[in-house]
């Protein structure tokens, strides 16, 4: 199944037309061709690639923050790194030096890659995450899956020999990666924000947003197009990686309402000794009103298991989250949890 995706400022609103998507392609070398008069979202995510453990790796890193993580607590802190280390990655083009005609993958520049690695570890470290870093094969492998999705506009985890530009490099970097849409243009930091965001009825589970978020990846790998993204994110666990027992997005404390994922929140376990299947959240403006939430169908499959709701933030706000009903195996009795989100205009 494929979902549209939009970002936040247009959440409600209708789906644009690709005419400037097929204008674009007429006059721009290498870029992707584009259906006449046909309406298309402006972003498309294909759901997030599922995996059941050994491969996700859970249990193997350390308990605790990492050293390198944000400090959330401090508003300063959590404003500069979203200056200094986020806001600057959005608006890099890719810069793509290949050609959908011909099937040429081609490359992105040194300061597109850059970008999209900063942007994916300002979201780790604002979790309390080890940073991850991208190797070459993986990249390589991504290219391929991007020039796949890209010529094809569309997306797939599977995608057969029909495919254009098919290549068994980009198969297998589409089994295991993040795949993204994004029509006119896609950036390179954009679309860390756009799989973070998770928008769409089938995105639901988060399961882009988990991936990113698995505390035990070290490496991935990128490759991107004009508009199309690969993210390869199922690698091999690595040990002794910082692994908070809980992870919430927005994390908790100071959160640049800029990163707001449109008020799809979640909170995650790394433990086997929680179980948030039967949870349930309640979320209140800080000296202020309970705000309606609805609450996803609980899934398992794509990083660490995950608690998914719908709810309309205040902006400005401080926002005070608690989970009830999480069941500790171990004792068979239920916990809960508690955390404050304070949103704040971090430009």
Known sequence: MRCWTRPAALVAAAALTVTGLTSMAGATPGSAPGPAAVSAPRGDQAPAPAYEEPLAGFGLAAQGRSSKAINTK?????????????????????GWSGAYAGCRPGNVTKRSRKATLRALNLVRAM??????????????????????????????????RSWKCWSKAGAKAAQTGNLALRWPVLRSGEVIDQYVDDEGANNTAVG????????????MGTGSTDIANALVVVTPPASGRATPTWIPWPTAGWFPHQMEPAGRWSFSTTSDRYDLARAKVGVRVVKGRKLKVKRHAFQRGAGPDTLVWQVKPRAGKAH????????????????RRSYVVRLFNAR
Not at 76 to 90: D, E, G, L, S, W
Not at 320 to 335: A, E, Q
């Open 74 to 94: 401090r508003r300063a802190a959590v404003r500069k790194a979203y200056r200094k280390r986020y806001a600057p990655t959005i608006g890099v083009p890719t």
């Open 320 to 335: 005070r989250v608690t989970i009830r009903g999480i069941r500790d195996t171990s004792t068979g009795r239920t916990v």
């Open 127 to 160: 979790a309390g995450l080890d940073p991850v870093g991208f190797r070459p094969k993986l990249n390589r492998q991504a290219q391929r899956a991007a020039l796949m999705m890209g010529a094809n506009q569309s997306l797939s985890h599977y995608p057969d």
């Open 208 to 219: 882009h947003r988990r991936w990113i978020l698995n505390p035990s990846t070290r490496w």
